[in-house]
């Protein structure tokens, strides 16, 4: 089993800037993946970026490449998702997630994050 506690959401300004973290506990051995997902109001869950636990290749949606940077620390256990230029549009609730593939697809990751809102003002 794997624990995953996401946090770090709040209330911010378009084309302000934002840390998510994701502490990881549990069988991390057993994953080969992490990533973000988000689900905004009315719509469904989407991926939005993931990396190797080992580190090196990460994936990115097309509507947050350039803008947002996924990283993670595995001594500490720690997943994290820098956000920059933010739009009102990526206001949604951020889950962090794993997974035993390097994938885009939400049905592979096993593991959830209980979801930390963010939310982008106009």
């Known amino acids: 089993q794997v624990q995953l506690v996401d946090s770090g959401g709040g209330l911010v300004r378009s084309g302000d800037s934002l840390r998510l973290s994701c502490a990881a506990s549990?069988?991390?051995?057993?994953?080969?993946?992490v990533g973000w997902f988000r689900q905004a109001p009315g719509k469904e869950r989407e991926f939005v970026a993931a990396?190797?636990?080992?580190?090196?290749?990460?994936l990115y949606a097309n509507s947050v490449r350039g803008r947002f940077t996924i990283s993670r620390v595995p001594v500490q256990n720690t997943l994290y998702l820098q956000m920059s230029s933010l739009k009102p549009e990526d206001t949604a609730v951020y889950y962090c997630?794993?997974?035993?593939?390097?994938?885009?697809?939400?049905?592979?990751?096993?593991?959830w994050g209980q979801g930390t809102q963010v939310t982008v003002s106009s």
């Open positions: 997630a794993a997974s035993r593939a390097f994938t885009m697809t939400e049905a592979n990751y096993e593991y």
């Open positions: 549990g069988r991390m051995f057993d994953i080969y993946a």
């Open positions: 990396v190797l636990w080992s580190g090196g290749e990460t």
